[in-house]
T-cell receptor, first 113, second 112 residues
Framework: GAGVSQSPSNKVTEKGKDVELRCDPISGHTALYWYRQRLGQGLEFLIYFQGNSAPDKSGLPSDRFSAERTGESVSTLTIQRTQQEDSAVYLC???????????FGQGTRLTVV | GIQVEQSPPDLILQEGANSTLRCNFS?????LQWFHQNPWGQLINLFY???GTKQNGRLSATTVATERYSLLYISSSQTTDSGVYFC??????????????FGRGTQLTVWP
């Protein structure tokens, strides 16, 4: 596609439920990144993929968070047993190669009630 | 990790004024980007500028990698320039290659 696409745009979920957030990177981009932005804050790194591999998972805040990427394309970020502190905008970015210019999607706004 | 400090944290301007935003970073970098986050939350690429100077319309940026800082210049500001400006860098070495480190941003408000 022309840009990075994320779905859903908004997600409201009950505490304790699992959620899946999807990211479609720009076609041909080998690097894919997930970030989290809490209200009024900067961006917090979560995980980075080079191809389908995740060399750096150190930003995942707990074992309730996991991510995968398939076909060097779509990535899914899964949050299990959601908590209220998980409420944030989750942003995905991709770049042609790692270290290259990164382009961001519009984000998924997650609200845990 | 690498520390990224942006200044000023807040900036209020009247339309037509010029401004300079600064980004300092604590280690060698091989990637530096400036983003504008609009009021709807979308991060818009402004510059990919690990070193040197670039210009795009009313905006220009300069990165002096050896002195570990970058500057974003906005001339003849417009109300549509309002939003948060982020600087993000990637380290040149180490296990965190590929990770962008973001500053806390500069909140710019331009009044008509």
């Amino acid at each position: 596609g022309a840009g990075v696409s994320q779905s859903p745009s908004n997600k409201v979920t009950e505490k304790g439920k699992d959620v899946e957030l999807r990211c479609d990177p720009i076609s041909g981009h080998t690097a894919l990144y997930w970030y989290r932005q809490r209200l009024g804050q900067g961006l917090e790194f979560l995980i980075y993929f080079q191809g389908n591999s995740a060399p750096d998972k150190s930003g995942l805040p707990s074992d309730r968070f996991s991510a995968e990427r398939t076909g060097e394309s779509v990535s899914t970020l899964t949050i299990q047993r959601t908590q209220q502190e998980d409420s944030a905008v989750y942003l995905c970015a991709s770049s042609l190669v790692y270290g290259g210019e990164a382009f961001f999607g519009q984000g998924t706004r997650l609200t845990v009630v | 990790g690498i520390q990224v400090e942006q200044s000023p944290p807040d900036l209020i301007l009247q339309e037509g004024a010029n401004s300079t935003l600064r980004c300092n970073f604590s280690d060698s970098v091989n990637n530096l980007q400036w983003f504008h986050q609009n009021p709807w939350g979308q991060l818009i690429n402004l510059f990919y500028i690990p070193s040197g100077t670039k210009q795009n319309g009313r905006l220009s940026a300069t990165t002096v990698a050896t002195e570990r800082y970058s500057l974003l210049y906005i001339s003849s500001s417009q109300t549509t320039d309002s939003g948060v400006y982020f600087c993000a860098v990637e380290r040149r070495r180490g296990s965190t290659l590929g990770r962008l480190y973001f500053g806390r941003g500069t909140q710019l408000t331009v009044w008509p």
